[in-house]
Protein backbone atom coordinates (compact mmCIF):
# COMPACT_ATOMS: atom_id res chain seq x y z
CA UNK A 1 0.00 0.00 0.00
CA UNK A 2 1.48 3.45 -0.83
CA UNK A 3 1.60 5.94 2.08
CA UNK A 4 -0.87 8.25 -0.20
CA UNK A 5 -2.95 7.29 -2.71
CA UNK A 6 -4.85 8.90 -5.87
CA UNK A 7 -6.91 7.69 -8.72
CA UNK A 8 -4.72 8.65 -11.80
CA UNK A 9 -7.50 9.38 -13.78
CA UNK A 10 -8.26 11.69 -15.72
CA UNK A 11 -11.30 13.55 -13.90
CA UNK A 12 -13.46 14.80 -16.94
CA UNK A 13 -15.83 17.39 -15.94
CA UNK A 14 -17.39 20.27 -17.86
CA UNK A 15 -16.87 23.72 -17.70
CA UNK A 16 -18.57 25.37 -14.40
CA UNK A 17 -18.89 21.67 -12.86
CA UNK A 18 -17.31 21.71 -9.41
CA UNK A 19 -14.39 18.72 -9.59
CA UNK A 20 -13.64 16.28 -6.76
CA UNK A 21 -10.44 15.07 -6.10
CA UNK A 22 -9.79 12.83 -3.50
CA UNK A 23 -6.46 11.53 -1.61
CA UNK A 24 -5.73 8.85 1.12
CA UNK A 25 -3.28 8.48 3.45
CA UNK A 26 -1.45 5.35 5.38
CA UNK A 27 0.16 7.14 8.39
CA UNK A 28 -1.99 8.01 10.92
CA UNK A 29 0.51 10.50 12.77
CA UNK A 30 0.68 12.71 9.58
CA UNK A 31 -0.12 16.39 10.77
CA UNK A 32 -0.69 18.39 7.69
CA UNK A 33 -1.55 18.37 4.24
CA UNK A 34 -1.16 19.54 0.89
CA UNK A 35 -2.63 20.30 -2.99
CA UNK A 36 -0.29 20.72 -5.64
CA UNK A 37 -1.24 21.59 -8.98
CA UNK A 38 1.02 20.62 -12.31
CA UNK A 39 0.69 21.96 -15.66
CA UNK A 40 1.68 19.32 -18.03
CA UNK A 41 5.73 19.93 -18.24
CA UNK A 42 5.95 22.73 -15.54
CA UNK A 43 7.14 22.26 -11.80
CA UNK A 44 4.38 21.86 -9.03
CA UNK A 45 2.85 25.13 -7.42
CA UNK A 46 1.01 24.57 -3.99
CA UNK A 47 -2.45 25.76 -4.09
CA UNK A 48 -3.64 25.15 -0.39
CA UNK A 49 -2.54 22.94 2.67
CA UNK A 50 -4.56 21.73 5.57
CA UNK A 51 -3.88 20.27 9.09
CA UNK A 52 -7.06 20.61 10.91
CA UNK A 53 -10.28 17.98 10.29
CA UNK A 54 -13.41 19.93 8.42
CA UNK A 55 -13.03 21.91 5.64
CA UNK A 56 -10.76 25.09 4.27
CA UNK A 57 -12.23 27.59 1.48
CA UNK A 58 -9.88 29.62 -0.52
CA UNK A 59 -11.35 30.83 -3.62
CA UNK A 60 -13.31 28.33 -5.76
CA UNK A 61 -11.02 25.75 -4.01
CA UNK A 62 -12.05 24.13 -1.14
CA UNK A 63 -10.22 21.49 0.63
CA UNK A 64 -11.60 18.90 3.43
CA UNK A 65 -9.90 16.84 5.84
CA UNK A 66 -10.79 13.68 7.45
CA UNK A 67 -8.15 12.30 9.77
CA UNK A 68 -10.36 9.40 10.91
CA UNK A 69 -10.85 7.92 7.64
CA UNK A 70 -7.58 9.28 6.54
CA UNK A 71 -8.63 11.00 3.59
CA UNK A 72 -8.31 15.04 2.51
CA UNK A 73 -10.20 15.90 -0.77
CA UNK A 74 -10.19 19.09 -2.80
CA UNK A 75 -12.90 20.51 -4.49
CA UNK A 76 -12.88 23.11 -7.50
CA UNK A 77 -15.75 24.88 -7.97
CA UNK A 78 -17.01 26.49 -10.95
CA UNK A 79 -13.77 24.57 -13.11
CA UNK A 80 -11.83 26.37 -16.02
CA UNK A 81 -10.10 24.91 -18.71
CA UNK A 82 -7.61 26.60 -17.03
CA UNK A 83 -7.70 24.54 -13.81
CA UNK A 84 -6.90 21.28 -16.62
CA UNK A 85 -3.38 19.89 -14.65
CA UNK A 86 -2.40 17.30 -12.31
CA UNK A 87 -3.63 17.51 -8.86
CA UNK A 88 -1.02 16.16 -6.11
CA UNK A 89 -2.03 15.12 -3.27
CA UNK A 90 1.32 15.58 -0.29
CA UNK A 91 1.47 14.37 2.89
CA UNK A 92 3.62 15.76 5.68
CA UNK A 93 4.80 13.09 7.82
CA UNK A 94 6.87 15.26 9.94
CA UNK A 95 5.62 16.03 13.53
CA UNK A 96 8.33 18.36 14.82
CA UNK A 97 7.56 20.50 11.88
CA UNK A 98 10.39 19.28 9.15
CA UNK A 99 9.01 19.29 6.26
CA UNK A 100 9.43 15.87 4.16
CA UNK A 101 6.60 15.41 2.46
CA UNK A 102 5.33 12.07 0.88
CA UNK A 103 3.41 12.87 -2.68
CA UNK A 104 0.90 10.85 -4.45
CA UNK A 105 1.05 9.93 -8.06
CA UNK A 106 -1.37 12.49 -8.49
CA UNK A 107 -4.84 12.39 -10.50
CA UNK A 108 -5.48 14.62 -13.96
CA UNK A 109 -8.53 16.69 -14.18
CA UNK A 110 -10.09 17.51 -17.92
CA UNK A 111 -11.97 20.60 -17.48
CA UNK A 112 -14.13 20.81 -21.12
CA UNK A 113 -15.41 23.99 -22.64
CA UNK B 1 13.24 38.03 -8.56
CA UNK B 2 14.63 34.52 -10.09
CA UNK B 3 13.55 32.35 -7.26
CA UNK B 4 15.02 29.06 -8.03
CA UNK B 5 16.72 28.40 -10.96
CA UNK B 6 17.68 25.12 -12.57
CA UNK B 7 20.70 24.07 -15.26
CA UNK B 8 20.51 22.52 -17.36
CA UNK B 9 17.01 22.28 -18.35
CA UNK B 10 17.56 19.43 -20.68
CA UNK B 11 20.18 16.85 -20.75
CA UNK B 12 20.67 13.60 -22.38
CA UNK B 13 24.09 11.75 -20.84
CA UNK B 14 25.53 8.21 -21.63
CA UNK B 15 25.43 5.26 -18.67
CA UNK B 16 28.21 5.53 -16.71
CA UNK B 17 28.93 9.58 -17.12
CA UNK B 18 29.61 11.94 -14.12
CA UNK B 19 26.23 14.13 -14.34
CA UNK B 20 25.73 17.32 -12.04
CA UNK B 21 22.51 19.12 -11.94
CA UNK B 22 22.71 22.61 -11.01
CA UNK B 23 20.43 24.49 -8.52
CA UNK B 24 20.70 27.82 -7.14
CA UNK B 25 18.02 29.91 -5.02
CA UNK B 26 17.56 33.52 -4.31
CA UNK B 27 15.57 33.51 -1.32
CA UNK B 28 18.08 32.72 1.34
CA UNK B 29 15.85 29.52 1.91
CA UNK B 30 17.41 27.80 4.29
CA UNK B 31 16.26 24.06 3.32
CA UNK B 32 16.79 22.62 0.23
CA UNK B 33 15.20 19.94 -1.57
CA UNK B 34 16.15 17.58 -4.49
CA UNK B 35 12.98 15.07 -5.75
CA UNK B 36 12.58 13.00 -8.92
CA UNK B 37 9.80 12.53 -11.11
CA UNK B 38 8.46 9.21 -12.42
CA UNK B 39 5.50 8.31 -14.01
CA UNK B 40 3.78 5.84 -11.38
CA UNK B 41 5.93 6.95 -8.92
CA UNK B 42 5.08 10.80 -8.43
CA UNK B 43 7.51 13.05 -6.57
CA UNK B 44 10.15 11.14 -4.53
CA UNK B 45 12.89 12.74 -2.22
CA UNK B 46 16.34 12.16 -2.85
CA UNK B 47 18.33 14.07 -0.68
CA UNK B 48 17.74 17.22 1.24
CA UNK B 49 19.34 19.89 3.13
CA UNK B 50 18.82 22.11 6.01
CA UNK B 51 21.77 24.48 6.09
CA UNK B 52 24.83 24.92 4.52
CA UNK B 53 27.31 21.67 4.78
CA UNK B 54 24.27 19.80 6.56
CA UNK B 55 22.76 16.64 4.30
CA UNK B 56 20.75 14.16 4.63
CA UNK B 57 19.30 11.12 2.13
CA UNK B 58 15.56 10.76 1.55
CA UNK B 59 13.19 8.45 -0.22
CA UNK B 60 15.93 7.54 -3.24
CA UNK B 61 19.40 8.48 -2.81
CA UNK B 62 21.54 5.46 -3.96
CA UNK B 63 23.65 6.73 -7.00
CA UNK B 64 23.16 10.26 -5.99
CA UNK B 65 25.49 12.70 -4.19
CA UNK B 66 24.83 16.20 -2.90
CA UNK B 67 26.89 18.99 -1.43
CA UNK B 68 25.74 22.38 0.23
CA UNK B 69 28.93 24.63 0.57
CA UNK B 70 26.45 27.74 0.01
CA UNK B 71 23.09 28.61 1.77
CA UNK B 72 22.17 29.55 -2.05
CA UNK B 73 23.50 26.26 -4.33
CA UNK B 74 22.37 22.45 -3.90
CA UNK B 75 23.95 20.56 -6.74
CA UNK B 76 22.85 16.88 -7.23
CA UNK B 77 25.21 14.52 -8.83
CA UNK B 78 25.03 11.74 -10.83
CA UNK B 79 28.44 9.54 -10.31
CA UNK B 80 27.62 7.16 -13.02
CA UNK B 81 24.44 7.64 -14.28
CA UNK B 82 22.17 4.72 -15.12
CA UNK B 83 19.42 4.35 -17.86
CA UNK B 84 17.04 4.12 -14.33
CA UNK B 85 17.96 7.63 -13.26
CA UNK B 86 16.22 9.00 -16.91
CA UNK B 87 13.86 11.32 -14.82
CA UNK B 88 13.17 14.89 -14.41
CA UNK B 89 14.09 16.49 -11.14
CA UNK B 90 13.11 19.13 -9.55
CA UNK B 91 14.67 21.14 -7.10
CA UNK B 92 12.90 22.89 -4.13
CA UNK B 93 13.57 25.40 -1.24
CA UNK B 94 11.59 25.70 2.19
CA UNK B 95 12.17 29.48 4.12
CA UNK B 96 12.08 27.23 7.49
CA UNK B 97 11.78 24.60 9.52
CA UNK B 98 7.56 24.96 9.53
CA UNK B 99 5.50 22.21 8.91
CA UNK B 100 3.05 24.28 6.90
CA UNK B 101 6.02 26.42 5.15
CA UNK B 102 5.70 26.45 1.32
CA UNK B 103 7.60 24.49 -0.47
CA UNK B 104 9.16 26.47 -3.67
CA UNK B 105 9.56 24.30 -7.19
CA UNK B 106 12.13 25.07 -9.55
CA UNK B 107 11.22 24.42 -13.59
CA UNK B 108 13.08 21.56 -12.93
CA UNK B 109 15.57 19.17 -15.52
CA UNK B 110 14.60 16.62 -17.87
CA UNK B 111 17.84 14.19 -17.75
CA UNK B 112 18.04 11.50 -20.02
CA UNK B 113 20.61 8.58 -19.91
CA UNK B 114 21.04 6.59 -22.95
Known amino acids: QKEVEQNSGPLSVPEGAIASLNCTYS??????FFWYRQYSGKSPELIMFIYSNGDKEDGRFTAQLNKASQYVSLLIRDSQPSDSATYLCAVNRGNTGFQKLVFGTGTRLLVSP | DAGITQSPRYKITETGRQVTLMCHQTWSHSYMFWYRQDLGHGLRLIYY???????DKGEVPDGYVVSRSKTENFPLTLESATRSQTSVYFC?????????????FGEGSWLTVV
Open chain 1, 27 to 32: DRGSQS
Open chain 2, 49 to 55: SAAADIT
Open chain 2, 92 to 104: ASSESKGGLDTIY
